[in-house]
């Protein structure tokens, strides 16, 4: 069952993922991968699979598992196989992603928000 989104936890997302982008073509690399996994994961809201995530990356195959079995192993992404092909697997955000996506965005808004 998919998550519940929040509204201004998705504006954030999107304002992150657009950062990154900017990041990439202006540094010309790769910043945040697992950040930018577990942001394109919850904005999807229904599993995908390695394929379509290393589509938004400029990764290889091996660095991109590597990756997502890392934020496997933080229990904050999860992996089921594919109905159709069990030797393709989809990852999906756990509730335990949610909530860091969460606490990061509270950080975020609290280190850099300018009251002055």
């Known amino acids: ?39 394109l994961l919850y904005l999807n809201q229904s599993p995908l699979e390695r394929t379509a995530l290393l589509s938004q990356f400029k990764l290889d195959r091996i660095t991109m598992r590597t990756r997502i079995a890392a934020l496997i192993e933080r229990n904050l992404v999860s992996e089921v196989a594919n109905p159709a092909d069990k030797r393709k697997k989809r990852y999906s955000l756990t509730k335990r992603g949610v909530a860091l996506l969460q606490d990061y965005k509270s950080e975020v808004t609290k280190l850099t928000l300018v009251t002055e």
């Open 1 to 39: 069952m998919p998550l519940a989104l929040d509204l201004d936890l998705v504006l954030f997302a999107k304002w992150r993922l657009r950062i990154a982008e900017l990041d990439l073509r202006i540094f010309q690399r790769e910043c945040d991968v697992e950040l930018r996994l577990i942001i």
